[in-house]
Nanobody
Framework: QVQLVESGGGLVQAGGSLRLSCAASGRASSSYVVGWFRQAPGKDREFVGFIRWSGGTYLPDSVKGRFTISRDNAKNTVYLEMNSMVPEDTAVYYC???????????????WGQGTQVTVSS
């Protein structure tokens, strides 16, 4: 069992930056792939990126160049750094953990509670 707790959400102006944290605990949590997803009101959940236990990352073109993902294995924490934010980034952001690196949310077994990010224009 792995527990995930997100933090760092809030209100930011367009063009600003925000860093989300995802603290993991539980058995073998540091060996899992951690993915980030977001869901805006009335929209499907969207893949934001993942990071492997080795540190390798993948982010889709929609956020590449603006968002980065990193992890501190000593702290069992994964970070989502968001820069040059736009109102379209407004959503609830979730981190998730699973054994496979994928953009499909179905491959992730464990989910955090989500944190709200709002970007004002």
């Amino acid at each position: 069992q792995v527990q995930l707790v997100e933090s760092g959400g809030g209100l930011v102006q367009a063009g600003g930056s925000l860093r989300l944290s995802c603290a993991a605990s539980g058995r073998a949590s540091s060996s899992y792939v951690v993915g980030w997803f977001r869901q805006a009101p009335g929209k499907d959940r969207e893949f934001v990126g993942f990071i492997r236990w080795s540190g390798g990352t993948y982010l889709p073109d929609s956020v590449k160049g603006r968002f980065t993902i990193s992890r501190d294995n000593a702290k069992n924490t994964v970070y989502l750094e968001m820069n040059s934010m736009v109102p379209e980034d407004t959503a609830v952001y979730y981190c998730a953990a699973g054994p496979w690196a994928s953009g499909d949310s179905g491959y992730y077994q464990y989910w955090g509670q989500g944190t709200q990010v709002t970007v004002s224009s």
